[in-house]
């Protein structure tokens, strides 16, 4: 089965400085990756996604992220942190080889100080 | 194009009492799921649909929980004889799945309940 750790519950980043935001995962099959960003009493929004090829993909709002075989992560980063980048945000895993459902990792309050 | 909705958007109810929610995929998607997503975590699968073909349940969905999806289009999620640990953000998102590389999910705004 798979599953996705986020080993920060938040992430504090001064404004204007880059952010990284952790995750790692667990598949038995090809891992089909996703970046997901939630503001309050919102739902989830689409940031990015890793299917194949590239392994840096990018995404909405400026967002990036790196996918890593060897360390089994796809960390979220951006050069620049705005004040509206301050939310919580997913990642989340599907095996690739399976018909079968999304798995998220339990979030990272993300927030930047201006 | 409006995306997905979902309503109502707030729930109060006293417990015992059964509730219905309702989600609203994106036009044509085949795809729709349901997640719950409780203060402090992630959203967790509940079930998800096939076109009106309901393809897994998790075993998070309690035999109080029922969902439906009659014609394929619009779904809905029951909970009967409800409980304070039901109260949650209930989610819901669908997707056109062509092939498996194209399956972004994209999510309603969601439902929140809250059982006194």
């Known amino acids: 089965a798979q599953s996705v750790a986020q080993p920060e519950d938040q992430v504090n980043v001064a404004e204007g400085n880059p952010l990284t935001v952790k995750c790692t995962y667990s598949v038995s099959g090809n891992p089909y990756l996703f970046w997901y960003v939630q503001y309050p009493n919102r739902g989830l929004q689409f940031l990015l996604k890793?299917?194949?090829?590239?392994?840096l993909v990018k995404g909405s709002y400026g967002f990036e992220a790196e996918f890593n075989k060897s360390q089994t992560s796809f960390h979220l980063k951006k050069p620049s942190a705005l004040v509206s980048d301050s939310a919580l945000y997913f990642c989340?895993?599907?095996?690739?080889?399976?018909?079968?459902?999304?798995?998220f990792g339990k979030g990272t309050r993300l927030h930047i100080l201006p | 194009d409006t995306g997905v909705s979902q309503n109502p958007r707030h729930k109060i109810t006293k417990r015992g009492q059964n509730v219905t929610f309702r989600c609203d995929p994106i036009s044509e998607h085949n795809r729709l799921y349901w997640y719950r997503q409780t203060l402090g975590q992630g959203p967790e699968f509940l079930t998800y649909?096939?076109?009106?073909?309901?393809?897994?349940k998790s075993r998070l969905l309690s035999d109080r929980f029922s969902a439906e999806r009659p014609k394929g289009s619009f779904s809905t999620l029951e909970i009967q004889r409800t409980e304070q640990g039901d109260s949650a953000m209930y989610l819901c998102a669908s997707i056109l799945l062509r092939d498996r590389r194209t399956d972004t999910q994209y999510f309603g705004p969601g439902t929140r309940l809250t059982v006194l």
């Open positions: 890793y299917i194949t090829g590239d392994n």
């Open positions: 989340a895993v599907r095996d690739g080889n399976r018909d079968d459902k999304i798995i």
């Open positions: 649909f096939q076109n009106e073909a309901q393809l897994e």
